[in-house]
C-alpha cells in the first residue's frame, strides 16, 4: 500500500474501555496507515460510559463488548482505505 501515514486517523479516549486494549498496537500492526490518537476525552461522556468505541475519521464506531468494537473499528478501518485504491 504504503500512501504515507496516517490516511485513517482512529481517535480514543483514555477514559474508555478501548483505551485499556493495546489498541493503537493491534491497528498499527494490521494497518501501517492507521494513526491511533489518545485524547483525556472526546466530549462522548454518554457512549463513553456504556460501550468501547473509538473515532474512524470522525465517524463513531462501537460495539457490545471491546472485541466486537475492534473488529467494527478495523471493518470501517478497511471500507476508509477502499477509498483511497
Known amino acids: 500500500m504504503g500512501m504515507g501515514m496516517g490516511m485513517v486517523i482512529v481517535e480514543i479516549c483514555e477514559n474508555n474501555a478501548m483505551a485499556a486494549v493495546e489498541l ?3 491497528l ?6 492507521v494513526a491511533v490518537m489518545q485524547y ?3 466530549n462522548l461522556c454518554g457512549l463513553c460510559r456504556m460501550r468501547p468505541y473509538a473515532l474512524v475519521n470522525g465517524e463513531r464506531v462501537f460495539g457490545k463488548t471491546v472485541e466486537d468494537s475492534f473488529e467494527a473499528i478495523a471493518s470501517k478501518i478497511e471500507d476508509e482505505l477502499k477509498q483511497f485504491e
Do not use: A, G, Q
Open 28 to 33: 498499527e500492526e494490521r494497518f501501517p496507515e
Open 40 to 42: 483525556e476525552c472526546l
Open 24 to 26: 493503537e498496537e493491534r
